[in-house]
């Protein structure tokens, strides 16, 4: 089915759409639309070892979490559209509420509540085996008729070889403990800055083509684990609590930079700062706020 003349689609064909015509990513990580309802999506993304955050556990990247809420807040979107217009996460706010249990795959339960002219709102519950047990919460804002691309409107985006969801192995990495991070290339620069090499695996719109929105909230997340951790030198990974993410430009084809500086710290608790840009740091695409939680570290003053 094509919608060469833009026009509106019924529901049913919008439905088939969005589930033929997402991001990259979305299709090789496994990223199902299970259900639909007007401005309302469920979906599942099956449990990979190639998401794991840290192989000493098992559980996932907090980053499949992100990238999965923020493609399926975008699905809620479009269904609560007509399938004529581009869509753009404007800002992304996500609760970590519990570690997901390694093995099981990931549900996510999406509902864009409020349209206007302009800008989608959206609220999103990811979960396990019960909706009222969550492991994350998210609220999005995206924007609509972002640029003149239309996904509804062309072929198939699952048709042909797709890029494989693997993690190299690199033993000597900064990340060697963390498939997810590998997968998405990640390595660290001078001056503690992390680069995120851009790769057809990461694209979220395929028409421009552009960065996943997910990819780069990954991202800084990773840089926020990174930087915290050299920085405070504490042995185990922080631990998300809550992480804001605003999109401010387009991710292009282009490596991506990113660095993380703490705001405040405690004993327990971290707040940061993250920023991501491509070939010039003024100019930023994103930007992250959130905090981790620590173990307790002789040295850092109680809040």
């Not at 589930?19 to 979906?43: C, H, N, P, Q, T």
């Not at 007509?82 to 570690?99: E, F, S, V």
């Not at 030198?233 to 387009?250: D, E, F, H, Q, W």
């Not at 994103?286 to 003053?301: E, N, V």
Request: glycine residues 8%; charged residues 20%; aromatic residues 8%.
């Amino acid at each position: 089915m094509s919608n060469s003349s833009n026009a509106p689609l019924p529901f049913d064909q919008l439905t088939e759409a969005i589930k033929a015509r997402r991001s990259v990513y979305g299709f090789i990580s496994g990223l199902r639309l299970d259900r639909a309802d007007r401005g309302e999506a469920w979906s599942s993304l099956p449990y990979r070892p190639t998401f794991i955050g840290d192989i000493k556990t098992g559980v996932l990247h907090g980053g499949v979490v992100t990238a999965m809420l923020d493609e399926s807040c975008g699905m809620a979107v479009q269904l609560a559209l007509d399938g004529t217009r581009a869509i753009a996460t404007l800002d992304l706010r996500i609760d970590y509420q519990k570690a997901a249990t390694p093995g099981l795959d990931i549900k996510a339960h999406s509902i864009c509540y409020r349209v206007t002219r302009s800008i989608a709102f959206v609220r999103s519950t990811a979960f396990q085996e019960s909706e009222g047990d969550p492991i994350a919460s998210a609220t999005a804002c995206f924007m609509i008729g972002a640029n003149r691309t239309n996904m509804m409107s062309e072929e198939r985006m699952n048709e042909g070889v797709l890029p494989l969801l693997e993690a190299p192995e690199d033993p000597t990495s900064a990340f060697a403990n963390s498939p997810f991070a590998r997968f998405l290339g990640i390595r660290a620069g001078n001056d503690d800055i992390l680069v995120m090499p851009f790769s057809p695996r990461i694209i979220g719109n395929p028409i421009l083509p552009a960065i996943h929105g997910g990819m780069t909230g990954a991202f800084l997340e990773t840089t926020a684990i990174f930087g915290v951790t050299r920085e405070l030198g504490v042995s185990a990974m922080p631990k998300p609590i809550g992480l804001t993410i605003n999109y401010l430009r387009s991710g292009r084809a282009l490596d991506s930079h990113a660095k993380v500086s703490i705001v405040k710290q405690g004993r327990r608790i971290v707040a940061f700062e993250a920023q991501a840009w491509q070939d010039d740091a003024t100019k930023p695409i994103a930007s992250a706020f959130g905090h981790f939680m620590l173990r307790k570290t002789p040295g850092i003053d109680e809040e």
